[in-house]
């Protein structure tokens, strides 16, 4: 099973809404990423959260981790067509030297 | 400074038939992943060089397909008598260090007729 599960599989807000994403993993990690998709094509890295960090703002975006509850939320705010894209979180087991991809959530953005 | 580069951007070719697929990484990056996306679907791990190293196979899916790292930089992905449901976009990302921000190629499109 995924170490990494998004929810909503799919979201569609207007613009200038929020949007929040979620991820739940599922053994304890050294940090927790979270990756955007445009069009199928390679990821984009957009911020790294650690095990020992709550909360992190990056622009738009700010992501909340809560190790105890083995879960971390992306919130975009004031959103724009152009945030329209697939959002992965990523995850690395302890002790695992590689990362483990959810199978995402799809972002849609009404103008 | 120049990114992760994956070629061909697109390959079609016929059942049977054996592909490659080449991705340079960020120079001096150590760390080197191959992952697999179809469809409309999340990443699927295939492989992960560190170093010198040995590979960590443990997601390639089946003794078809192989991949090495020559000289510590660029990867091949060498896919044998392709079949219809290896039709997938081919994901290559470097890192500095496993487990850290990894950064990702364009992505090869892969269709098997």
């Known amino acids: 099973s995924q170490q990494g599960e998004e929810d909503p599989q799919a979201l569609s807000i207007q613009e200038g809404e929020n949007a929040t994403m979620n991820c739940s993993y599922k053994t304890s990690i050294n940090n927790l990423q979270w990756y955007r998709q445009n069009s199928g094509r390679g990821l984009v890295h957009l911020i790294l959260i650690r095990s020992n960090e709550r909360e992190k703002h990056s622009g738009r975006l700010r992501v909340t981790l809560d190790t105890s509850k083995k879960s971390s939320s992306l919130l975009i705010t004031a959103s724009r067509a152009a945030d329209t894209a697939s959002y992965f979180c990523?995850?690395?087991?302890?002790?695992?030297?590689?990362?483990?991809f959810g199978q995402g959530t799809r972002l849609t953005i009404n103008p | 400074g120049a990114g992760v580069s994956q070629s061909p951007s697109n390959k079609v070719t016929e059942k049977g038939k054996d592909v490659e697929l080449r991705c340079d990484p960020i120079?001096?990056?150590?760390?080197l992943y191959w992952y697999r996306q179809s469809l409309g679907q999340g990443l699927e791990f295939l492989i992960y060089?560190?170093?010198?190293?040995?590979?960590?196979k443990s997601g390639l899916p089946s003794d078809r397909f192989s991949a090495e790292r020559t000289g510590g930089s660029v990867s091949t992905l060498t896919i044998q008598r392709t079949q219809q449901e290896d039709s997938a976009v081919y994901l290559c990302?470097?890192?500095?260090?496993?487990?850290?921000?990894?950064?990702f190629g364009p992505g090869t499109r892969l269709l098997v007729l």
């Open positions: 990523a995850t690395d087991a302890q002790g695992a030297q590689k990362l483990v």
């Open positions: 990302a470097s890192s500095l260090k496993s487990t850290e921000t990894q950064y």
């Open positions: 060089f560190q170093g010198n190293s040995a590979p960590d």
């Open positions: 120079s001096g990056h150590t760390a």
